[in-house]
């Protein structure tokens, strides 16, 4: 099991930034995949992106490719998704997850075993 904790969130105008952190303890970081998935109100939790254990290869949703970029630091025991060009539609509570069976994480939240506390993200337009 590792435990993970998200920061970074807040309210940003369209357009603009924002970079989420995951900070995992527990066991070794480098053993899981990681993924970013987001909930806004009344939706189900969603898919954003991934990254496998090595960090060398990762995967978007189209809704976020070339806006968004998941990246990890094993040394650090962190990973980040730096978000640029927000919009409104942006808006949820962003959770970083993490899976220890597969090499390169999954679209599907059921597949990860840990999960983060979640960090808000407002996009105002």
């Known amino acids: 099991q590792v435990q993970l904790v998200e920061s970074g969130g807040g309210l940003v105008q369209a357009g603009g930034s924002l970079r989420l952190s995951c900070a995992a303890s527990g066991r070794t970081f480098s053993s899981y995949a990681m993924g970013w998935f987001r909930q806004a109100p009344g939706k189900e939790r969603e898919f954003v992106a991934r990254i496998t254990r090595s960090g060398m290869i990762t995967y978007y949703a189209d809704s976020v490719k070339g806006r968004f970029t998941i990246s990890r630091d094993n040394a650090k025991n962190t990973s980040y998704l730096q978000m640029n060009s927000l919009k409104p539609d942006d808006t949820a509570v962003y959770y970083c997850?993490?899976?220890?069976?597969?090499?390169?994480?999954?679209?599907?939240?059921?597949?990860?075993?840990?999960w983060g506390q979640g960090t808000q993200v407002t996009v105002s337009s």
């Open positions: 997850a993490a899976d220890g069976t597969r090499v390169a994480g999954s679209v599907y939240p059921y597949d990860y075993n840990d």
